[in-house]
């Protein structure tokens, strides 16, 4: 099964169209090291729950919104060997990060239910 690497951040709403540009410029980077898919959803419906929710998560601030992002990967391996050469490589240490990376949350995640129609 595949495994998957998980992004919540939170984006300030001015800096949509810069975001997705820094989206568009990791790709390929991801790609060439493996990644099978991509994905960058921008928050429209993220409600306030009673004891957390997204919003709490990443500790969003008045013009912010939430994303939620995630690379899914062949396997744990090649996830993990990718974002080992990310440290070395020039493109990505130079990508412009439009976003609060101390209020960026992430994690691995074991695929252990898949179905597509």
Not at 4 to 9: A, D, K, N, S, V
Not at 44 to 71: C, M, Q, S, Y
Not at 78 to 94: G, H, L, V
Not at 96 to 116: A, N, Q, S, V, Y
Request: with cysteine; charged share 30%.
């Amino acid at each position: 099964m595949t495994y998957i690497t998980g992004f919540l951040t939170p984006v300030k709403a001015e800096d949509r169209e810069r975001y997705i540009r820094s989206a568009e410029a990791s790709w390929p980077f991801f790609h060439r090291n493996g990644c099978l898919h991509h994905h960058e959803s921008w928050g429209v419906d993220i409600p306030d729950g009673h004891t957390t929710d997204f919003n709490r998560a990443v500790k969003k601030e008045e013009g912010e919104v939430v994303v939620l992002a995630w690379l899914v990967w062949p396997d744990k391996k090649t996830a993990d060997d990718a974002w080992a050469r990310m440290m070395d490589d020039p493109d990505m240490q130079n990508l412009d990060m439009p976003f609060d990376g101390k209020r960026m949350m992430w994690g691995g995640f074991e695929t252990i239910f898949e179905r597509r129609p």
